[in-house]
């Protein structure tokens, strides 16, 4: 019923924008009407044209969380084992985490120039601080009595990190990483505007430039797809490895 509520006020929307070009209140030029932007929406996706350059930004920005995920998961779950670690990083964690990451891009062209890597690097930025909170509370959230018990029974560290700390740290990792995956695609999307020759955000600056604005349009409704696709896909993705914990319902920890 939700969803069907949400579908009515969007076709609400899509009537009243389509009204409002149409009475000659605003310019056609910059706002035209949603039909158009629609036919041209659905040839430009038909070319494949759209869909090459969404695959794009995708592969970027899923390439940098994974990379964020990989450096900053067990980074954040030893530091909350670890008080001494701990100790030694937050400092800086605390300093670098309140930077916006559009604020580093200038720093990340002089040093990478404006190619893959400059991307890359802006990409895992943003997505680093969420997994690494998620990942620290988590672990430093484990209930006393799982360590006491597996104390007790004399596990190793390996086990004590694979069979307890690290399912016991699931959900709230699970939630950094939620936070992080639309990140990832806004900072993909604004370095692409920056520096690029591909990707979705290249060719909505592009158009936008060239006044060439009913393809703008449906740039920004592919980036919105691409939004909703990731989202629903990381939902179903953390609802599915996380479906042993019963506070997990939906994607939600």
């Known amino acids: 019923m939700r969803r069907l509520s949400g579908l009515l006020v969007f076709c609400a929307l899509a009537v009243a924008w389509e009204a409002l070009s149409r ?3 605003v310019s056609r030029l910059y706002f035209p009407p949603v039909s158009t932007i629609a036919a041209t929406f659905w ?3 038909v070319s494949g ?8 930004t995708v592969s970027r920005a899923v390439a940098g ?13 030893a530091m909350g084992v670890s008080r001494r670690l701990s100790a030694l990083l937050t400092p800086t964690v605390e300093l670098l985490r309140p930077v916006p990451p559009p604020a580093i891009i200038p720093a990340a062209m002089l040093l990478f120039g404006i190619g893959t890597g400059m991307k890359l690097v802006v990409i895992v930025f943003a997505c680093a601080f969420p997994i690494l909170v998620g990942a620290v509370d988590g672990a430093r959230g484990v209930d006393p009595g ?12 390996r086990d004590l990190l694979f069979g307890v700390i690290l399912p016991a740290a699931g959900p709230s990792v699970g939630a950094g990483f939620r936070t992080a995956v639309p990140m990832a695609l806004i900072v993909a999307v604004l370095s692409e505007m920056i520096g ?10 592009r158009m936008q430039r060239t006044f060439a604005i009913p393809e703008m349009y449906a740039g920004v409704a592919w980036l919105g797809l691409l939004g909703l696709v990731l989202n629903a896909g990381t939902e179903r993705l953390l609802a599915r490895l996380l479906r042993w914990h019963a506070g997990w319902k939906g994607g939600q920890g």
């Open 196 to 205: 690029a020759t591909s990707g979705i955000g290249h060719y909505i600056l």
């Open 23 to 25: 009475s000659g209140l």
């Open 146 to 157: 799982f360590r006491l018990t597996a104390a007790a029974y004399a596990l190793s560290r």
């Open 49 to 56: 044209l759209l869909p090459g350059q969404a695959l794009a």
């Open 65 to 77: 969380l994974l990379i964020a995920l990989a450096i900053m998961g067990p980074l954040g779950l």
């Open 43 to 45: 040839d430009l996706t």
